[in-house]
């Protein structure tokens, strides 16, 4: 049986689900190379899922789709081709719900989703909604009205009218360099100004200043004046420290918010008679990582554990339709299987010899590397690359479209800035760490495959690799196991043997655009910067750049 979710507002894409397992799950823009981007996502479903495989529309049982259905009827026409009634949808934030409990292999759980906006079942705009879960049944709890309370429409707002950072389309939404800055910062000096914008004063903080038209895309850099947080933008550009300040106020106040939502959701829970030890988190405001982090730290006097799916935003929604579908609506039992996140396309060896051929001039190929060489160029404090099997969904790329590189040399973030990513200066790096060796370098260590969490270091551990070290002596970290990455693994491991060091520097191979997709995106960005070298580890293809490519 096979179910299909379209999505095509901002993060839009499809998935495919085939007899309870995600088989695809495609994100537009990877494609657009243009963050957040939506698009006509039926079409990208039988141009990229449909023809590669010789099938047709009839080859699909169900369709499904997050509200508000127009999302595929006046722009895209999607209902020309298949007739709406053929179409199930569901609540965005239900979407979200789903995703989170049927991606984990909790048999009851509660769960709560963090966001922006989404309508509801009643086309009411609501921004958190909490819900109880048991064997392959969700129920919801309550909700908040985006009105009245909105995290995410709080950090977009000051992300882009104070800090002057994008907020979305085209960009990308910079929340995450918001809470770097936060690691630097006095939580206390305007801890009273934040939970003001939080609550009594959230619908003046939502307006948006006057002139600037939905959909319009005007850069974070233009002189934009929001009326009411206008003064905290002059006091951010005066002063750096200042806003490092406003960054840890906005950061303490959404983590104290977050918690006093959760603890509500479970106590709602427990009047009903419900109880569980599992948690499940969903929504764009649960990518803060250190807010989930601390807040299941408070929460360990009755919850156990905790589970953040690999797509949490709006990206994730399709796959949240098709699982609701599955296990809600036709009722078949809950797995409880690890979800994996490599839910991309695949790409064949031929279709990497055709990408390298295409730019052959500007390249060097060395053919049967082995890991184990490619280790020896990371020991050596080389920058390397590494391409295989499908993409990561999600915003981290965890080891299939990744750039590696040595987390024990001090240098390292520095010189990968430099080099390539182009990001502030107290922006951090990211570790995987073998799964088996995590609690010999961090606290309150257990398993984190989607680099979910923000874990402290032990003390004994601080100064080993400061490359990933942030400045608060935190890392979000990427947990990886033989069975969910094998090549990755082996490369960590023997990486391990030869150093030591049981964990290597992670980051996204991109360049300030969405992670590479295809293997001509992997070579166009390995050209673009200054990346030493692109590894395909799956046919052991190791591309450097040619003295011609060097020259330009």
Known sequence: MRIVGLYNWHDGGYCVLEDGKIVEH???ERYTRIKESGGDSLQYFIDHFLNKRSLSLDDVDYWVSPYPDFNLSKEYNTFDIIPKEKISFFPHHFCHAAHAYH????????????DSAGMDENDRSVSTCSYIAQKNQ????????????????????VTRFIFKLSAGYPRGHQAGSVMAMAALGDHTKYYNDFMTMATTAFQAVKVMPPGYKRGVYVPPEEDVIHPYLDKYRKIAEESEQE????????????????????????????KLGFESKNICFAGGVSL???????????????????????????????????????????????????????????????????SILERSGELHVRRDFSIDSCVDLLVDNKIVSVFQGKSESGRRA????????????????????????????YRPFAPTVLEEHGDEWFEDFFPSPYMGFV?????????????????????????????QNKNYYELIKI??????????????????????????????????????????????????????????
């Open 26 to 28: 495609v994100e537009i």
């Open 398 to 425: 965890l080891g299939n479209r990744s750039i590696l590189a040595n987390p024990a040399n001090p240098e390292m973030k520095e010189l990968i800035n430099k080099k390539v990513k182009h990001r502030q200066w």
């Open 455 to 483: 874990f402290k270091f032990k003390d004994d551990s601080l100064g080993k690799v400061p490359a990933v070290e942030h400045v608060d002596k935190t890392a979000r970290i990427q947990t990886v196991n033989l069975d």
């Open 243 to 270: 806003k490092f300040n406003m960054a840890a106020s906005l950061q303490k106040v959404t983590e104290e918010l977050i918690f006093n939502v959760t603890r509500s959701a479970i106590l709602e829970a427990n």
């Open 138 to 157: 969700i129920v919801k709890t309550g909700d908040i009205l985006n009105d009245y309370f909105s995290l995410g429409n709080l950090w977009g707002r």
């Open 495 to 552: 990486f391990y043997e030869k150093t030591g060091i049981s964990m290597i520097l992670n980051t996204s191979f991109n360049d300030r655009e969405p992670i590479c997709e295809t293997p001509g995106h992997a070579i166009d960005c390995f050209l673009r910067t200054d990346i030493d070298y692109l590894y395909f580890y799956e046919y052991r293809i190791l591309v450097e750049k040619s003295s011609e490519s060097l020259s330009k």
């Open 103 to 114: 991606s984990s292999n909790f048999d009851n759980a509660y769960i709560v989703t963090l």
């Open 288 to 354: 803060n990582s250190v807010a989930m982090a601390k807040v299941l730290k408070e929460m360990k006097y009755n919850i156990e554990n905790c589970f953040i799916p690999p797509v949490p935003y709006d990206g994730g929604l399709t796959i949240g339709a098709c699982q609701h579908f599955w296990y809600h609506v036709l009722d078949n039992p809950k797995t409880g299987d690890f979800v994996s996140p490599y839910l991309g396309e695949e790409y064949s060896k031929e279709d990497i010899e055709n």
